[in-house]
C-alpha cells in the first residue's frame, strides 16, 4: 500500500485517502468516538462497579462442577471457552468441569452487554481475580480441614492434597459443600503465565458439538403458544415514501395476518419462511431521490458532513 504523499505534510495529522482507509478496515465500516481528537472509548467506571465478593462470579456445587457467571454472551467470539479458561487455570480444575452460565440476569453480574471487544479486556481480569481468591479461600479451608499448614498443600483438577502423602486429600465440592462460600482472603495475586496449564495452550471451542450437530438453541429457535414472526416492509431508501401499495396477495397466504399503521406495513405467520414468502407478494411503489451519495463519494460526504471535532 502506497501512502499518499499529501497525508504525510507537517502540520496536516495522520490521514489516508479513501483507498489506504478501506484497505485498513478490510472494506468495512468502523465507528468510533472521539475526545479532543483522540480515540475514545467508554470504560467500565461508566457502569456499576463489578461485584467484589469472588460469589458473584463463580459457584461449586455438591458435584464438584463449577459454575461461571458471567453477563457476556457468546455470540461466535469464543468467550464461552476462553472465559472458562481462564477460571479454570486459576482455580485449578479441569476445563472440562466449567460451566458457562451466560446473559442470565438472575445469576449474572451486570456488566454493560457484549459489545466492542471488552469481554476479555474487562470481564476477564476480575474473574481471574475471582478465581485467585477462590483458590486461595479453599485451600485455606483445606488446611483447617486436614490440619495440614498451607505451605504442604497442592491443589490440582479440584482437589486438596498433602504433598507428601497424596492420600489425605479433600475435594473442593466437600469444602463448599454445594453452598455459597463465606469466607474471603484479601491481596491474592492471580497466576503469573508460567504456572498457566489451561490457557497457554488452544482448545476446541466448548460449544462445537452442539453448534455443528444443530443441538445449539439460537433466538431464532424460541417457540412460544401463539407466537407469530413477523416480516416488515422495507422502504428502498432513507426518505422514500410510499406512494401505493397492493396488499392481496399476502393475505391470500393461508394463515397471514397483514398489520398496517401508515407506512408501516408487516406480514405475520406462525412460520417464518411463510411469513417472508407473503411478504415477496406485496406490491408497492416508493417515490425516492436519487441518491447524492455513493461508494465513491461515502469517504468525502462523511468528512464534510461530520460535526466539528469529530
Not at 483458590?135 to 482437589?159: F, H
Request: proline share 6%; with cysteine.
Amino acid at each position: 500500500m502506497k501512502p499518499d504523499p499529501e497525508a504525510r505534510k507537517p502540520g496536516a495529522g495522520f490521514q489516508v485517502t479513501r483507498r489506504e482507509f478501506l484497505k485498513l478496515t478490510g472494506g468495512g465500516i468502523v465507528v468510533f468516538f472521539t475526545v479532543g481528537g483522540l480515540p475514545f472509548f467508554p470504560e467500565q467506571t461508566e457502569a456499576a462497579p463489578l461485584p467484589e465478593d469472588f460469589n458473584a462470579f463463580l459457584r461449586i456445587g455438591g458435584d464438584g462442577r463449577v459454575s461461571c457467571y458471567t453477563g457476556k454472551i457468546e455470540m461466535g467470539q469464543g468467550v464461552i471457552t476462553s472465559l472458562a479458561q481462564m477460571l479454570a487455570d486459576e482455580l485449578d480444575v479441569a476445563l472440562e468441569r466449567v460451566d458457562m452460565v451466560m446473559g442470565d440476569t438472575d445469576l449474572c453480574p451486570w456488566d454493560m452487554g457484549t459489545f466492542g471487544s471488552r469481554t476479555t479486556r474487562f470481564f476477564g481480569p476480575p474473574l481471574r481475580a475471582a478465581g485467585a481468591e477462590a483458590r486461595a479461600v479453599l485451600l485455606r479451608l483445606a488446611s483447617e480441614r486436614l490440619d495440614i499448614p498451607e505451605k504442604r498443600l497442592r491443589m490440582e483438577n479440584g482437589e486438596i492434597f498433602e504433598a507428601a502423602r497424596p492420600e489425605n486429600r479433600v475435594t473442593y465440592a466437600r469444602l463448599a459443600g454445594g453452598k455459597r462460600i463465606e469466607r474471603h482472603v484479601s491481596g491474592v495475586e492471580v497466576k503469573d503465565p508460567s504456572a498457566f496449564k489451561v490457557m497457554h495452550r488452544p482448545e476446541l471451542r466448548t460449544d462445537s458439538f452442539e453448534k455443528v450437530t444443530g443441538r445449539a438453541r439460537y433466538a431464532g429457535d424460541i417457540q412460544l403458544p401463539g407466537m407469530l414472526y413477523a416480516r416488515i416492509l422495507r422502504p428502498p431508501a432513507h426518505d422514500a415514501r410510499l406512494v401505493s401499495v397492493d396488499l392481496s396477495g399476502a393475505e391470500k397466504v393461508e394463515g397471514v395476518r397483514v398489520v398496517r399503521e401508515g407506512d408501516l406495513i408487516a406480514v405475520l405467520h406462525s412460520r417464518p419462511d411463510t411469513a417472508e414468502t407473503a411478504l415477496l407478494k406485496i406490491r408497492a411503489e416508493f417515490e425516492h431521490k436519487t441518491g447524492q451519495v455513493d461508494d465513491e463519494s461515502i469517504f468525502d460526504h462523511l468528512l464534510k458532513a461530520a460535526p466539528e471535532g469529530s
